[in-house]
């Protein structure tokens, strides 16, 4: 091994340039080289310089990840696989199993970086991932065992795409990887459209530069001019079967602990997991619903960000008059109505605006005349100019309240509302043990609430069981 690559092993020199300085030794061909410089300990700090950020990133943060980009671009040219701006694929990178495998993992290391910033990745990006797909398809029909394994990394980028990590909190793109990994495992490529998205995960136009779409949202029109399905009959199954927690070792490789075990590495506790996998079993979509209706919708917005500003501005809503004086202890922040559906909006906000976060709580109003909705950001997109946010909307008449836990005197602030005639209640993250049952008091009365349904950025939703008397 040459001097240059010793310095890979040297964890001393924490120059600002040294990531830059060992991708610039990789030669042209040395796809084993190329391969060992994607593990190199510096990706992960340059990464923890961006993750986590609030959104739109501010100049810092955004510096950082540009960076990153620059030097995985830089080493997919270096190692010969393509021009930086689009991002290539020449003939000799599909002619060699060596070279399209250091092209996934590089182009996995570009769409990781790009999650973890919730940006878009580089134009040419996805026409990149459909050649290599296109062409190991091909080839796998001929030579299957040489072909199976980059088979499933193409599956890998494909399924990270349709599990949208824009929408994960940060944190779980760990866990994500490790469950498209598993789920690769069990999903095939289909030039036949499946008959419903029980079996249709993903689609895509090889011939376009757009992300594989969740097959359920298909719009009906969509005509491609080459269209690849994967087919997710089987990964149903074991999604479902995560969720439920009764995987056993002999039957499926403990996929189930495999992927806690990355969670805990990752700083998540067994509840994050598990609510990470849940988040995968709903954007599954296992329904015959080829489409959610949205219309196009020209209006304005202003939101409150987080779940004390929102419990603040919820204040409003009390009739008591002297609650309006809460206007002051919140600011909101304007946005654009780009669509809406029957569950939520898509909405478009300015680039100066960076309080924005997936799985942030928010409230919504048109006027100041109108009541607070409560919505939830679903996921998130900041392309350097605007950022745009799938909001749901979770209730048009929630309610703050004030609560205690029933061992403690300290007070702490409680969203509430009905849905699906159940009563449910957000709480600040870490009020309880998220896995267990507790209890809390409001006036006079003793709620008794389920373990968390869900986690948040800030906040835990949890279902309320029961009501007794104090």
Known sequence: MSSSRNRLDDPRDDSKNRLYDIVATVDIGDYDHAVEVLSHAAWTRLEAAFWNASHPMVSLERAAFAEYLLTAQLLWQKSGLGSIRPITVYRSTLADSAALAAALRILGKIYAGCNLAYSNPPAGFWRSVYSITGYVLARQRDEHNEFAELRDMCLQLWLMAWL????????????????????????????????????????ADLMDDHSPMPFARLPNPWRPQLPVYVNAQDAAFVVEEIRAGSLSRSRRGGIYDGLLATGQAAGLTTHEVNDFVRRAVREFGQNVVREIPRIATQGALHCVVGLIDTWTAMQEHLPNSSNRVASKHFSSIPATILNQSEGGFLLRFAIQQSVLRAASLIALRGTGNEPWSLGVVRWLQDDGNEVLIGCEVLSNFAESRLIRLQSGDQQCPAMVFSAEGADHIFLPLGTAESNVVCQVVFDRSIWVLSAAIELGDDWELRAVLDTLAA
């Not at 490790?178 to 030039?191: A, E, F, I, M, P």
Request: proline share 8%.
């Open 164 to 203: 949208n990590p824009l929408s994960l909190a940060a944190g779980r793109l760990s866990v994500a990887v490790r469950l498209v990994g598993h789920l690769s495992k069990t999903c095939n490529y289909s030039l036949s459209p499946p008959t419903h998205a029980g079996t249709g995960l993903a689609a």
